[in-house]
């Protein structure tokens, strides 16, 4: 029996692996999910035991890390797998079709949260090695899996995990499979994404609500104010106004447009996909480029005043929003997180009090694209999906990447099998069948492709 054929026989069994893995409300953001948290590590520990994995949760000050390992034989190669089992929170729930937590096949796609952030691509990865263990009996590598609980969340305690277990995790290259392709018809190795950098500012009024008539037009309003500095923080080209915000940014070199110019983009559809009239962002950048190459700043959230129904005449006491900014290579999150609170206190009126809380972030990662091993990721990708991976770079981050480099000395192979219309954070979040499947055949050839790499 092949791996492949492995992979055939077992295709519902495998489906039923996942959506109890996905069954887990695995929330890391909020406090009353934590045994959920440990609930899930804890099945998924038992489902990688079951394989043949010796296997290790370890606690955190934060949630449990899922440790894996199969060790074969020193000499050869040391594949690190990394995948996070935590999922972003799953409201408003009203808009979900079927349960988030409950994982439900409609039309050809897995809906569920987590369906392809991150369980079911971290999932596809595990799958893989399993039918190469249960077809050949062994690995033709040395295989470690780190499965984290804080990729969706702050603060993380990863970070802190790696450099205190820098020994236990000692390997050759890291393979992560927590990004999009990019299209239905070509799969992707991803070579860049973005960094971010994370504020909260909160703008304080008067000491308590006030009635609008009798205080309307002699104070200063926070909700007003919050949405004029908020306003203030693009120019009319979408250039992003903060002062020094753009130092040291490299733009996308020759290599990196021509990548761009070659992927199949359509901004009709691109529109018509997600109801838009028109599009925005920076002048001058195409969409492409806007989505992985440039930096951005966004509202995620805002507060303030009066959401409930009807009418109540107030001026609110304060306003807050919740930002971040995308970052690209050449920016630093601190640095950046400086500079947009220095803009904000001067822009704001003296009338208000203006508070912001910084919360840092992570640089941008690019990876090289001329290493043998991604060479060999893309034989992988292509016996799997059939077709011919491209290059690519996205928005999204994954902060751990960078650990990955700076305290291992690793690159990382970004090789990820969703499609960005899979709702991803969003409700209804889903993965389609073809592509867990194609992501499992996939994973299931690349022990052997990287097994010829030369360490
Ligand atoms: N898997 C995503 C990152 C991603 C998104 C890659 C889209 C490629 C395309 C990851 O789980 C994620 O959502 N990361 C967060 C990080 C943040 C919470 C620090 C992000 O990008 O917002
Ligand atoms: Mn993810
Ligand atoms: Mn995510």
Known sequence: ???????????????????????FPSVSAKSEHKKDMVACAKWLKAHLVAIGFKTKIYPTAGHPVVYAEYLVDPKLPTILYYGHYDVQPPEPLELWKSPPFKAEVRGGYMYARGAHDDKGQIFAQIKGLEAVLKATGTLPVNVKLVVEGEEETHPSHLPAFIRKHRKMLKADVVVVSDTAQFSRTLPAVTFGLRGIAAVEIFVYGPNRDLHSGSFGGTVTN???TLCDMVGKLHDKNGKVTIPGFYDGVKPPNKWMKNQFRRLPHSDAKYKKSLGVSALGGEKGFTTLERA????TCDVNGVTGGYQGEGHKTI???????????????????????N?????????????????????????????????LWLQAAKGAIKKGFGNEPVFMMEGGSIPIVNDFKKTLGLDTLLIGFSQHDDNTHSPNERFRVKDFNNGCKTAAALPEALAKVEV
């Open 315 to 337: 001026i609110p006491s304060m306003a807050s929003a919740k930002i971040t900014m995308r970052l690209v290579p050449g920016m630093d999150p601190t640095d950046i997180c």
């Open 339 to 371: 500079k947009i609170e220095k803009y904000l206190k001067k822009i704001a009126p003296k009338s208000v009090r203006v508070k912001v809380e910084k919360s840092g972030g992570a640089k941008a990662v690019v990876v090289p694209t001329d290493s």
């Open 222 to 224: 926070p909700v007003n």
């Open 1 to 23: 029996m092949t791996p492949f054929e492995y992979l055939r026989k077992t295709e519902k069994k495998r489906l039923d692996d996942l959506f109890r893995f996905l069954s």
């Open 292 to 295: 992985g190459a440039r930096p």
